[in-house]
């Protein structure tokens, strides 16, 4: 069995590999989800194996006429009643989500090689043909209103499979998360688990600046979720609501993380952690240096 804590250290390093290379990237989101996806696909999830190839191919088009809907859902396995589906909710996520599929072997590295590439479909901003995403998200939440609807075909369907999503924090501040919230307590959809990483940043700087979303787990509580706030970069406090999760009620997970986990230079660019982008050539050789040292370490 794969151990959370070091796929999650193998992801950080392989999107920080990846911003030094390409000058810049999401790495914020690496240093606090890894625990989070690791936990989930190593741990959580019970997902069947891979049934895509290993390098995704060119993209092939909107749909239409003689060209159906593509969705990178097969990385995550085949659909049966008895398995878990997962939606991937935060598009901007998608390297941290790309180099947890290779790290948990559904991807081959060599994908990562066509991320951003005119005519891929490992997308800079992940889209429904994307490795590892069923739907499109979106602008942001729209993930959890189809994994809702999902999961209430499957509960009248009779399927004992269970619907994951994961989130970011960002995306409470969104009227659809809410609604979308009361309409799985209200069609008793118990098998759906959120999974949110609470980080606190957002493009705009600290959430809770732009428009604050707390208090959160009292709010989730009242629109009829199970809450959980854990330290999300502990993998045995992640995998436990889920091993205890009673046919109730929606589950949410509020994951409270680190956006500078692992990355400690990352603490210079506060308040706005979103994107890097490296200034210089000396800012640039310093996270070289960093992923020198964490490569030999």
Not at 201 to 206: A, E, K, Y
Not at 222 to 241: K, N, Q, S, T
């Amino acid at each position: 069995m794969l151990d959370p804590r070091r796929v999650a250290e193998r992801i950080r390093r392989r999107v920080l590999a990846h911003v030094v290379a390409h000058g810049g990237g999401y790495l914020s989101q690496a240093c606090s989800s890894a625990e989070i996806l690791a936990t989930l696909y190593t741990r959580i999830m019970r997902l069947g194996p891979s049934a895509a190839p290993p390098r995704p191919p060119a993209f092939t088009g909107v749909p239409g006429p003689g060209r159906p809907t593509v969705t990178g859902a097969a990385y995550n396995g085949p659909r049966g009643p008895d398995l878990d589906r997962f939606f991937f909710s935060p598009a901007h996520y998608a390297l941290v989500l790309y180099c947890t599929l290779v790290e948990v072997g559904r991807l081959a590295p060599e994908a990562l090689d066509d991320y951003d590439r005119d005519g891929s479909t490992v997308e800079l901003i992940a889209a429904e043909h994307s490795p590892g995403v069923e739907a499109m998200p979106g602008s942001l939440p729209q993930a959890l209103s189809v994994a809702g609807g999902v999961a209430l075909a499957r509960k009248l369907r009779g399927e004992p499979g269970r619907t994951f999503v994961f989130m970011s924090d960002g995306e409470l501040q969104e009227g659809q998360t809410w609604e979308c919230l009361a309409a799985l307590a209200a069609h008793h959809l118990s098998a759906v688990a959120l999974y949110v990483d609470v980080n606190g940043q957002q493009c705009d700087g600290p959430t809770g600046d732009a428009m604050g979303v707390g208090p959160l787990a009292a709010r989730l509580r009242a629109f009829g979720a199970l809450v959980h706030e854990v330290d999300g970069h502990d993998p045995e406090a992640l995998a436990a609501p889920a091993a205890a999760w009673p046919a109730d009620r929606p589950l949410c997970v509020l994951a409270r993380t680190d956006p500078c986990r692992g990355v400690d230079l990352l603490r210079g660019r506060r308040a706005k952690l979103h994107y890097v982008r490296f200034r210089d050539d000396a800012e640039r050789d310093a996270y070289r240096a960093l992923l020198a040292a964490a490569e030999t370490g």
